[in-house]
T-cell receptor, first 112, second 114 residues
């Protein structure tokens, strides 16, 4: 069935360093790729998304890249800050109903 | 501009009782998705509804679980005869249109079954 793989499962960086999280997907029909940030006890918050007609999208310190040929997409966070510490999930829709298949999550820890 | 609202935020039930989880989508959104997050795991799709219609319930357990989204009022996820394995965080998300449109999540309902 449809699958989204996410790596790494945990990531620890020093404040100010960059963080990269990678995802691969299996459904070649997927054409929308959101990233969510989830803080403890809260719901997932959309932080950035990309559609298949572009290869890269930036929003301040956050960027997402997409390689449709290889079926993978990545989240890049530059100049990390302690408040970036959270669990990050990638996702891809499958079927024409838009239900999202989520990656397993990456726990990012930014050390001050 | 209120976001997706869910209530209750926390729900405690004993085995065999019923749990009712409510979700009010964002204003102007007519599509609701329910997801379940088990402890230390990712989110798993359960069901997708539009007003008065279940569109995709491929992620719903075959027994004890049901969902509705009436013409008026919130979407309801109902779990009958709860068991300890139902303990999880249940999130709903809404979108203005289906397909590849953005889904916005609520704060979730954390269900604990004693």
């Amino acid at each position: 069935g449809e699958n989204v793989e996410q790596h790494p499962s945990t990531l620890s960086v020093q404040e100010g360093d960059s963080a990269v999280i990678k995802c691969t997907y299996s459904d070649s029909a997927s054409n929308y790729f959101p990233w969510y940030k989830q803080e403890l006890g809260k719901g997932p918050q959309l932080i950035i998304d990309i559609r298949s007609n572009v290869g890269e999208k930036k929003d301040q310190r956050i960027a997402v890249t997409l390689n449709k040929t290889a079926k993978h997409f990545s989240l890049h966070i530059t100049e990390t800050q302690p408040e970036d510490s959270a669990v990050y999930f990638c996702a891809a829709p499958t079927s024409n109903t838009g239900k999202l298949i989520f990656g397993q999550g990456t726990t990012l820890q930014v050390k001050p | 501009n209120a976001g997706v609202m869910q209530n209750p935020r926390h729900l405690v039930r004993r085995r065999g009782q019923e749990a009712r989880l409510r979700c009010s989508p964002m204003k102007g959104h007519s599509h609701v998705y329910w997801y379940r997050q088990l402890p230390e795991e990712g989110l798993k799709f359960m069901v997708y509804l539009q007003k008065e219609n279940i569109i995709d319930e491929s992620g719903m357990p075959k027994e004890r679980f049901s969902a509705e989204f009436p013409k008026e009022g919130p979407s309801i996820l109902r779990i009958q005869q709860v068991v300890r394995g139902d303990s999880a965080a249940y999130f709903c998300a809404s979108s203005p249109v289906s397909g590849t449109d953005t889904q916005y999540f609520g704060p979730g309902t954390r269900l604990t079954v004693l």
